[in-house]
């Protein structure tokens, strides 16, 4: 294993000295005890729930086989066919080879093996279960392309799909050392390149507008691999021009885009960066990771609304939403930090990476089994958890990975170096040293672990210690064998620690954790509080959590439930130049929770207890508390009554909603559309079509009355006609006289069109030669009186 993945690592470097350091295969690491080993272990019984043959089902449909069993419904029959297979194989992978489960391992073995049978069978290198493969992959080798952000050909991202098993069989040769897997991968990349080889570089830049996951970092992975240069060039050729060469220049262009859309494409130019001299690429890669960490990530690492990047001075939508940061945004922010610390041994790395694994993935799974879609952020709500019967979106395919490689970057090493990067209880096996370290710890309940040493001989070497960012000056102590050692050294960084080591040598680090504050990036008022690196949450309350465990239905990983008002949550009040936090008082005997009966405002949340989010499950929470004076909070609590009162009525009368031009939203909405644009105005995203373009609206009880669209007041020559169910029920012409505003228009709906259909397909359909209106919103209301 060891020389496998040094060989994958470094494989044909022309630059390979820019790697700082090397990361231990997953085999060499093992988390003994603690709650990242219960967490794997809960996500493993979730993943033997997982019946092989089902999700196989879509590829044997493809390539004209038999399926075994009927495919797993949501998001596996309804356009994303196959695509968990890939997070599935992967999952299986890494697990076994952190493990060694033999049970992980037989079902991995199963499922290669019945995609060798595919591939044999499509006998072209192709395994896959996009629905119409054929057909669909005929029409790209012959150039017809008609490519949207989450469309290709009329399919739902079929890239981003496919990207799915490519990793999924990349990380079965690079973890578990599969052959099998390695073959499988080779053809399947050569058939790619087969269907792509006569296509310009236009028309794969057109391609590249629809969302294809990192399909440009497996492909350089597949050259670390062979050494084949080809599969390089691939790798560069599926690289999004159009989002490397302005961020590359530092040029901020993220706001308002897909955010787990973009967040892959820069994890394959890091690795493309590490295989070449290619300097652009880490460019785009740091300048990408820092925009995202220090201007649009909050306390728990984690970023986005509504799956989409929000501006970075406005942070209301995301404490005023259900659809909080995704968890598959923080997956690929971590694997994009591990990446950037390979290449730089920067400790600022190892910081995010630490908040996002605590603070946000460590929370994403129910310890029940489950895992977690949005984490909203609004105060007072709460998250849905998926089954593993009915639930296959993308956060469950990236959580059942998540939870098998907390071993991944515990260490790292260079040459006679072993960095020391996270307190977690794990052992690392050095062969090259032919030694091994335990890490004892209680991190975070208690604030300090030990480091056993082991060898039969003496054996000299360089122990790299972190002097974490949340450690205060000075205050870090460090002792060899009980001896208390001097060390000059800042917060955020690494100290080395060299001399030879014998057998049964002891480190212990103490790491004093302090309380700390940090306010929303948008300086709004809102704070979070941090413990060390451990952001803390409140409980708020358990009612109301409708389906807080998901159904099968398209917008099933939603917390749909009712909000609690926001001038009716938790926040802080204190005097003006008070600390906040000399009144957050720990709670006797109560590892890592807090109280402050004098800071929460209204009283009834005096003796709320301040805890670990990670913690927290099946209730609703605060994450962030509004800071406000005493003199100021009669003016903040008329402002939020106001807007509470307008968000409280238009929730009440809200039957569906769909945000034209966001990915999900559309994609839970059956979006189908011909000649149809997408794009941002003010901050808000916009459909239209010179063609048309429709969506499905679920009639509640048939109690629609009315239909509510959002238009842009500047749009001018607009002349379209509104259908719902085939029935033309408007025809507006807008000719820009609203001016510079968004304004919305209320469409009567007639009775016997809605009686007695449970889904309205409502549909904008431009006139000849006109184009639709840019639609900002659309809204199926049971009230027809017009109020915002």
Known sequence: MKNLVFSFLVFGLSTSAQQAVEMFPLNQVSVTEGVFKEAALTDFEYIKQLDPDRLLAPFLREAGLEPKAESYTNWENSGLDGHTAGHYISALSMYYASTGDQKAK??????????????????????????????????????????????????????????????????????AEIPQAKDILIKLTDWFLDVTKDLSEEQIQDMLRSEHGGLNEVFADVYAITGDKKYLKLAEDFSQKSVLEPIAASQD?????????????????????????????????????????????????????????????????????????????????LKLSKMLFEDTANEDYIDFYERGLYNHILSTQNPDGGFVYF?????????????????????????????????????????????????????????????????????????????????????????????????????????????LQQIAVTPGSYFPLERKWKNGDRIKLELPMHLSLEEIPDESGYVSVKYGPIVLAAVTGEDNQDGLFAD????????????????????????????????????????????????????????????????????????????????????????????????????????????????????????????????????????????????????????????????????TNRDFKILVNGEVIANPQLMGAAGDKFFTVDYELPAELVADNEILTVRFEAEEGSVTAGVYGVRLINTIKTKE
């Open 106 to 175: 037989g079902l991995l073995d199963y499922t290669l093996a019945e995609l060798h049978k595919v591939q044999q069978a499509n006998a072209n290198g192709y395994i896959g279960g996009v629905p119409g493969s054929e057909a669909l992959w005929t029409e790209i080798k012959s150039g017809k392309i008609n490519a949207g952000s989450f469309s290709l050909n009329d399919k739902w991202v079929p890239l981003y799909n496919i990207h799915k098993t490519f990793n999924g069989l990349k990380d079965a040769w690079v973890h």
């Open 253 to 333: 262009i993220l706001t308002g885009m897909h955010a787990n859309t973009q967040i892959p494409k820069f994890i394959g130019f890091e690795r493309i960066s590490q295989l070449e001299s290619a300097k652009k690429y880490n460019d785009a890669a740091v300048n990408f990771f820092e925009n995202v960490t220090s201007k649009r990530s909050i306390s728990i690492g984690g970023n986005s609304v509504r799956e989409h990047f929000n501006p970075i001075d406005d942070f209301s939508s995301v404490l005023s939403s259900e659809q909080g940061p995704e968890s598959c945004n923080t997956y690929n922010m």
């Open 375 to 483: 984490t909203p952020i609004r105060p007072g709500h709460y998250r849905v958890y998926s089954q593993p019967e009915t639930s296959f979106w993308c956060c469950v395919g990236s959580g059942m990975e998540n939870h098998t490689k907390y071993n991944e970057l515990i260490y790292a090493k260079h040459d006679d170096k072993l960095y020391v990067n996270l307190f977690i209880p794990s052992e690392v096996n050095w062969d090259e040293k032919k030694a091994s370290v335990r890490q004892e710890t209680k991190f975070p309940d208690k604030s300090s672990t030990e480091l056993i040493w082991s060898s039969k001989k003496k054996t000299k070497a360089t122990l790299m210690m972190r002097y974490p960012q949340w450690v205060k000056a000075g205050e870090l102590r460090l002792y060899v064998n009980g001896k």
């Open 552 to 715: 099968d239905s398209r917008g099933g990983h939603i917390a749909d439930g009712p909000f609690l008002p926001l001038n009716e949550a938790p926040m802080f009040i204190s005097e003006e130049g008070k600390s906040i936090l000399d009144k957050i008082k720990p709670i006797p005997g109560k590892a890592l929770e807090f109280k402050a009966s004098d800071l929460f405002y209204p009283s009834e949340y005096k003796d709320l207890v301040l805890q670990p989010f990670y913690k927290i499950h099946e209730k609703r929470y605060s994450i962030y508390f509004k800071r406000e004076t005493p003199q100021g909070l009669a003016k903040m609590q008329r402002e939020l009554k106001e807007k509470q009162e307008a968000e409280a009525y238009l929730r009440s009368i809200t039957l569906d909603f769909v945000a034209p031009g966001e990915q999900q939203p559309e994609s839970d909405h059956g979006v189908q559309s011909q000649n149809s644009n997408s794009g941002l105005n003010q901050n808000r995203h916009w459909r239209d079509a010179t063609g048309w373009f429709s969506y499905d609206l679920k009639n509640k009880e048939a109690k629609a009355q009315a239909l509510r669209v959002t238009y842009f007041g500047k749009d």
